[in-house]
């Protein structure tokens, strides 16, 4: 149980009078060493090893690294490659080349009126009535000049042409096919678009092919938008989360059947993080898959492979997808020697390593910091209303305790996770009682209630060989397998 007699004074009479500070690196408490380190990592691109125990605000250094970071200027696609569909072309575009695309295929071709088109034409893009020539919107399904339906949901309209000529509201766009005779007398095929906003395109047959070449480039997927995260957070617990893959298609290479292999592309986290910030908590648990990590960060860029050699993905091959990211790596100390040595010094070479703290000097500016952190998990929770100073008081009061059982420290602890927990239990507590603000019972309750279940059984058998002992004595009481 917390020590509740020391009480410190603060300048707020809850925790809904602290000020949030806009910085997410000033969030931070207690790892200023840690911070300083940060706030170059963005600017300078460098990689980053956070060594400490759990819940000492690792993660909140790799998300306020990457709110920093510009935002990314290139979208990454794959495109069918028609010679050879097993080796997709990637394609690299940023927002001016998006732009001039759109704006070229919005050239071709010349916008014409519905009163401009001849009247089949009108009909079957659905903006004429075929019983009385009345002229409306496409999108009115019904005449309404005289009730008759503009176009009808059948296989086939009265002129044997599909009925999606006939454009019902919910389609995006129609074409009709017709021909001409040409200045020179011979005869051209010109087709009529009919767009989403009602606008209508007319074609020769040119500009179609103008449009067919685009609609061949247009075959594609987008596996790295422009408008994406800037943090990409991976466990990194298997090959395709992290290195991406190749989806399995049961009819192969089919032309007919099958799927074409650039839409089964699947990007991994090294690839989405692209221009951004890759996080990977407890990077030991990575194992062999490190090397592949230490490649990526060496190359900037990392060909994506079907990885079950079972699957028809395995034929498939995308050489050079980009993924040119800051990466910010985590463990615990013990872990540190089941981090491969290349990746470490490629860390160290290119970036730093970070010892982060457990706890901090208990001063009355920390203990500030402390209430700040309060109010950021009650602000983040949402759930839960303000914490009072008196609940402030035995939260500090717990992290003294925590700090000098656990780390055999006088100051404060900056486990904190564990005070998260205990915040929130409070919270919990205060909202199912209606309470305005959290008060120091609700925190000296989740004190108790939130003791880890090894602390429990231990107060409760003196041992876990006792509460074994225990376990097995309840089961013969009740007739199980060891009584028969």
């Not at 495109?79 to 998006?98: F, K």
């Amino acid at each position: 149980m917390a020590n509740t007699e020391k009480v410190e004074k603060f300048d707020f009479e809850s925790t809904a009078d602290i000020e949030i500070p806009k910085d997410p690196f000033e969030r931070i408490i207690g790892q200023e060493e840690a911070v300083r380190i940060a706030r170059m990592v963005p600017h300078q691109r460098r990689h980053l090893l956070l060594v400490g125990p759990p819940g000492t605000g690792k993660s909140m250094i790799a998300q306020a690294i990457s709110s920093v970071i510009t935002k990314p200027k290139y979208e990454v696609s794959v495109i069918d490659n028609i010679e050879l569909p097993e080796r997709p072309i990637v394609e690299i575009r940023d927002e001016n080349i998006m732009k001039k695309e759109k704006k070229d295929e919005r050239k071709i071709g010349s916008e014409v009126s519905a009163l401009e088109v001849p009247s089949f034409v009108a009909e079957r893009l659905g903006f004429r009535c075929r019983r009385c020539a009345a002229m409306s919107q496409f999108t009115e399904g019904v005449c309404p000049q005289c009730g008759a339906t503009k176009w009808q949901k059948g296989p086939f309209d009265r002129y044997g042409m599909p009925a999606q000529m006939n454009a019902p509201p919910e389609m995006e766009k129609a074409r009709v096919a017709t021909t001409r005779r040409s200045p020179d007398g011979r005869e051209e095929v010109i087709i009529y678009d009919r767009l989403n906003d009602g606008k209508i395109i007319m074609l020769n047959q040119a500009e179609m092919k103008k449009i067919e070449e685009l609609e061949k480039k247009s075959k594609r997927k987008i596996i790295i938008p422009l408008k994406r995260t800037t943090f990409v957070q991976a466990s990194g617990t298997t090959e395709t989360e992290l290195l991406g893959d190749i989806r399995h298609d049961p009819y192969g290479g089919h032309a007919n059947l099958g799927t074409p292999p650039y839409t089964r592309v699947v990007p991994g986290a090294v690839h989405e993080a692209h221009e951004g910030v890759l996080f990977i908590d407890e990077l030991s648990t990575l194992g062999a898959i490190q090397r592949y990590l230490l490649t990526a960060m060496q190359e900037k860029a990392f060909a994506i492979v079907g990885r079950n050699p079972m699957s028809s993905g395995a034929a498939v091959r995308v050489e050079s997808v980009p993924c040119d990211f800051i990466f910010v790596g985590a463990c615990n100390i013990n872990d540190i020697k089941n981090i491969v040595p290349p990746l470490r010094s490629r860390i160290r070479g290119d970036g730093y390593e970070v010892l982060m703290n457990s706890y901090m000097e208990d001063t009355l500016e920390n203990q500030n910091k402390l209430a700040q952190f309060i109010a950021q998990e009650i602000r983040k929770d949402g759930k839960i209303p303000h914490a009072s100073k008196g609940a402030v008081d035995v939260i500090v009061s717990e992290a003294r305790e925590i700090a000098s059982r656990v780390d055999n420290a006088k100051g404060l602890t900056l486990r904190l996770r564990n005070l998260s927990g205990i915040i929130k239990m409070a919270g919990d507590l205060a909202a199912i009682e209606t309470k305005p603000l959290i008060e120091k019972d609700q925190v000296i309750t989740a004190i108790k209630d939130s003791r880890p279940i090894e602390e429990r059984i231990r107060d409760k058998y003196g041992s876990w060989w006792a509460a074994e002992a225990a376990d097995f004595g309840l089961k013969n009481q009740k007739g199980g397998p060891e009584t028969a």
